[in-house]
């Protein structure tokens, strides 16, 4: 299976495609597909990179991933066993050119908008009945949902998942190279990376490593590090009460606690020890 593009499986004139992901882990490889992703999250936890940001994801969260916007799901397994997730995927001609255009759905041009850096919204009861039934509706039921569904998202509180997005599609090498990049930097963040290291993991010289992360995320490697190690920081005080700051800054790969909390700070607004409080 190629890593980039990546091509969502459906008959030839099928125009709205729902599916179940019922997993340890969802799907871990960066990915990219022209069909605009709607998510539910029914089980799972984990982090979910999103162009040039790392979010995190919780059940009854919805995800909305916008066409051809580059991603990669790492699931939490040890947080939640299951990973289950209900998915419509369409795109803005799914229903001809002209059908998202029409007056009648002028409404919801800005989900379309906002869609192209990603979102994230908490899902209601309503919202939540609506993914519910698809499982068991026809398929001119689902395109009667995806309507409702977008109607509902539009006028919902939404939190973008990017500020940054790549405009030009990955090639497969392109593509395997940058997740190699991000597994690397998600599997190793604790550790000490140098710049040495995640070069030689993009089989590139530094200078030219550092310009091209730099176009393509439209931040440094090691500021993308410190917001892996920020998130994970955030887990450790959300679950493991126990463990004092200070051990969280380690875990994390922070040499020192002083600049593990100025950099939380200027990630979270709050210092580690008032974002534990506000989470107890």
Do not use: W
């Not at 002209?98 to 800005?110: A, M, P, R």
């Not at 395997?176 to 990376?193: C, E, G, L, S, T």
């Not at 679950?239 to 100025?262: T, Y």
């Amino acid at each position: 299976m190629k890593v980039l593009p990546f091509k969502i499986p459906k008959p030839e004139k099928e125009a709205l495609v729902y599916q179940e992901d019922h997993e340890i882990v969802f799907y871990d490889k960066l990915h990219q597909h022209e069909e605009i992703q709607i998510s539910y999250i029914m089980e799972g936890s984990g982090s979910l990179i999103v162009g040039d940001s790392i979010n995190e994801y919780q059940p009854h969260d919805i995800l909305i991933i916008g066409e051809n916007i580059p991603h990669v799901f790492r699931s939490d397994a040890e947080a939640h066993p299951n990973s289950i997730m209900y998915t419509l995927f369409f795109t803005k001609k799914s229903f001809g050119k002209e059908f998202f255009n029409l007056t009648d759905l002028s409404g919801i041009q800005k989900f379309f908008d906002e869609s192209e850096y990603g979102m994230k919204i908490k899902a209601d009861d309503k919202k939540f009945h609506l993914f519910n039934n698809l499982k068991r509706q026809s398929k001119i039921e689902r395109v009667a949902t995806l309507l409702l569904l977008l109607n509902e998202l539009t006028h919902a509180e939404r939190q973008p998942l990017s500020s940054f997005v790549y405009q030009k599609k990955y090639t497969e090498d392109e593509g395997k190279r940058m997740n190699d990049v991000f597994q690397y930097a998600m599997d190793n963040f604790h550790d000490n990376i140098s710049l040495e290291d995640i070069a030689e993991i993009a089989f590139m010289s530094k200078n030219a490593f550092c310009r091209y992360f730099k176009k393509r995320t439209n931040k440094t490697f090691f500021q993308f590090l410190i917001e892996i190690r920020i998130e994970h920081a955030c887990k450790l005080l959300y679950k493991d009460q126990d463990l004092s700051v200070s051990a969280i800054s380690e875990l994390c790969g922070f040499q020192n606690i002083a600049n593990f909390n100025r950099k939380f700070k200027e990630l979270k607004g709050f210092t580690p020890t008032q974002y534990r409080q506000q989470t107890d």
